[in-house]
């Protein structure tokens, strides 16, 4: 196989993860995050975003997820949701069970994102009827399933439109490092500082090998997230070893570093691809993801020659191309350049 562009979870871990994980291993520690790693990635956070915040290690995009969902919306309430959303259509239904039944409602919008109009009106929807599903909380994805980012003034409205309905905001990031790289603004500007309530943080997809982060900025959500993780099977005994990822994760900006390769090689693949006949960018790609269409015949080609996408789960001729903190600069210059041949072949 050549170059691989299926997901940025294919890359394996940051050396410098795997050794922190070899280092937290010798000797002998406290479990289920008593442990000296964990208060240290706690304190890590609260200099990150430059607040006081609670921190949940887990060891899955899906456990950070559901458990987030889980803190803020009751088994009669519903999730505010884009329609084509990660936690909607992706996770097997997790969010149902970990809520105990609260029902996910998906949201149009251009790009991925949530329509405000169309939120301010789920938001108030049957509002107090007993008969119906209760509007709860909502949820935005940064980066979105398409590709795109929240802009933060974008953010700031949709979690404005929420604070109005009296509803908290969870924001799915598990790229969040490549959408803070992309809008080049803090970690505290992306989040609570825009408006967000709770963030599952995501590492896993940018370098670390097994470790998220819930991170809770309004305290009342943190009461009960401790015996939601331990009810729902994620609260690991050896957790120093999840921490010692983390730690690594954010000592010397690795997360940004990882982040801002992804985001280049991206950068690099959708400029060569926009020249070339037949092929038409969706949604212009703002971190590491893009959506395409290419004519049937060259993306056989290009499977054929052996390089690895996802296709056919979209629209006829949609792919996806992820790029990671691994992609090489000549994997990216040859997938262009073969589908380049192709279109010239083909003329």
């Known amino acids: 196989m050549k170059e691989a562009f299926t997901s940025d979870n294919i890359a394996g871990a940051s050396d410098s993860v795997i050794a922190a994980i070899m280092a937290a291993n010798q000797g002998d520690t406290m479990p289920y995050g008593n442990d000296d790693y964990t208060a240290q990635v706690t304190r890590m956070f609260t200099e990150l975003f430059e607040c006081d915040v609670d921190v949940f290690l887990v060891s899955t995009g899906t456990a950070a997820n559901v458990l ?100 908290p905001v969870h924001m799915d990031g598990a790229r969040f490092a490549n959408a803070l790289v992309a809008l080049g603004c803090t970690p505290a500007e992306m989040t ?60 010397d900006e690795l997360w940004r570093i990882n982040a801002e390769h992804a985001n280049g090689m991206m ?28 004519p049937t015949p060259m993306i056989e080609y290009l499977l054929a020659e052996g390089y690895a996408f996802y296709t056919g789960r979209w629209a006829e001729g949609m792919i996806r191309l992820v790029t990671s903190f691994r992609t090489p600069k000549e994997g990216v210059e040859a997938f262009v350049e073969s589908a380049r041949y192709f279109a010239e072949q083909g003329a």
């Open 192 to 251: 609570w500082k825009a408006g967000v309530d709770i963030l599952s943080f995501g590492a896993t997809k940018n370098g670390a090998m097994t470790a998220e982060a819930i991170v809770v900025f309004k305290k009342p959500l943190a009461k009960d997230l401790g015996h939601l993780r331990k009810r729902g099977g994620h609260l690991h005994s050896k957790m120093r070893l999840l921490a010692s990822q983390m730690i690594a994760y954010l000592t």
């Open 267 to 294: 950068a690099l693949l959708q400029d060569g691809l926009k020249g070339i006949p037949g092929v038409k960018i969706n949604t212009p790609a703002q971190a590491n993801m893009l959506f395409c269409t290419m």
């Open 68 to 167: 987030s969902l889980s803190a803020m919306t009751p088994p009669w309430g519903s999730v505010l949701c884009h329609s084509e959303s990660h936690i909607l259509n992706d996770e097997c239904s997790a969010p149902e069970f970990y809520t105990g039944g609260a029902r996910l409602v998906g949201i149009g919008g251009k790009d991925a994102k949530i329509d405000p109009i169309k939120l301010k009106t789920l938001a108030h929807q049957k509002k107090g009827d007993v008969h119906s599903c209760q509007p709860s909380s909502v949820s935005v994805s940064q980066v979105t399933e398409v590709g795109s980012v929240y802009t933060l003034q974008e953010l700031k409205t949709i979690t404005a439109i929420a604070k109005e309905a009296g509803l």
